[in-house]
């Protein structure tokens, strides 16, 4: 009871209920709250700390920022969190207006990203390699697929296309989604270069994939979901897009304190752990099968396998492979 109490008190107050509302659409970081809020500093990180003190909030840190975003286990301040966000009025003005400068946060992100992106779409088959052995990684991919059948596979944030000229051989079809249409023609000059016939390209977001439901075997994010200002809600997009027993395959960096990512090449996520990544899936309706981590020297890369469960879905442990 002291528990919900304390949450209830919390949550009991109009810029706090208005912090519950904005977080109930993805994490957010305290400058970003700030800004949307309107409120200087020192009042919202009071307002954050007893919030997260009262458990309806998780605070981590990566690298100088620092993130909040509803608690999403499975305990029972948790469904009280969501609750709350559900039952604020849609028309209220205050939500109403958070919501338009949360727009308007999430489009200054996109642009910040899509300008890298833009100046970088001729060199990143270089930046990509900069940091861990990428052929080891392709080659663990590859190996994990083995020698099922795959009709339809989804590459979201397909760059340059390495992930479908890698798995074009194994695939009857390969899609490649991308934001930016920088990407999108140098991976189009790439497929058609490699003389790759059975994949294609197209403009779309991760968070609106342009596929029917179950209509995927494979859905990959390859150094992709570190950009996603909402890994949750990209990771429910690709498994509504699986079919039953169809695989999920995200490749990313595991937490890491290399600030110059963010600053010099637009990632938001320093890196992801296990139990993130875990959660996530699981509050998706995947399952995570598998784990592989390649230690780099400065940076260790992850492959975290999941599956969507079905009717020939048997029961699996799971594996964790350094
Ligand atoms: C680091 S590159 C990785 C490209 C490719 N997967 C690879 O490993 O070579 C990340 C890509 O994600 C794309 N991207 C970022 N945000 C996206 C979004 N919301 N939807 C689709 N693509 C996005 C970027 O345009 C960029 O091409």
């Known amino acids: 009871m002291d528990a919900l109490l304390a949450a209830l008190r919390a949550a009991g107050e109009p810029t706090r209920i208005r912090i519950l509302g904005l977080l ?10 700030t800004h949307i809020l309107r409120q200087s500093q020192p009042r919202v ?8 003190e009262a458990g309806l909030l998780n605070r981590f840190r990566e690298g ?5 975003r509803l608690v999403d286990d499975d305990g029972k301040t948790a469904t009280l969190a969501r609750t709350l966000v559900d039952l604020i009025p849609e028309d209220d003005a205050d939500h109403t207006r958070d ?10 992100r996109a642009e910040k990203a899509a300008a890298y992106f833009s100046a970088n779409a001729g060199n990143w088959d270089k930046v990509r390699s900069l940091y861990v052995e990428e052929k080891e ?10 020698d099922r059948e795959i009709e339809d596979f989804l590459d979201v944030g397909t760059g340059t296309g390495r992930m479908l000229e890698i798995f074009a051989p194994y ?6 989604i991308d934001l930016s249409h920088e990407m999108l023609s140098m991976a189009r000059s790439n497929l058609s270069d490699k003389k790759i016939t059975n994949c294609q390209v197209r403009h779309g977001d991760m968070y609106a994939l342009p596929v029917d439901d179950g209509s995927q075997d494979i859905v990959i994010f390859h150094q992709v979901l570190h950009y996603a200002d909402d890994p949750q809600d990209a990771l429910s997009e690709a498994a509504r897009a699986l079919r039953k027993t169809g695989t999920l395959i995200i490749v990313d960096f595991a937490p890491h304190d290399l600030e110059i990512l963010r600053e010099e090449h637009a990632h938001r996520r320093l890196g992801f752990r296990d139990e993130e990544i875990i959660n996530w899936s699981r509050s998706a309706g995947l399952k995570i099968e598998d784990i592989t981590h390649f230690d780099g020297a400065e940076l260790t ?16 442990k799971l594996a964790v492979v350094q």
């Open 24 to 33: 109930g659409h993805g994490e957010l970081t305290v400058s970003e709250l």
């Open 45 to 52: 990180s009071r307002h954050l700390k007893l919030l997260t």
């Open 64 to 68: 100088t920022w620092v993130f909040y």
């Open 99 to 108: 919501l338009d400068r949360l727009a308007e946060v999430k489009e200054l």
């Open 137 to 146: 990684v392709e080659r663990e991919l590859l190996s994990q697929i083995g």
């Open 171 to 176: 695939i009857n079809r390969g899609l490649g």
């Open 301 to 316: 890369a992850t492959i975290w396998r999941a599956v969507k469960p079905g009717p020939r879905h048997a029961k699996t």
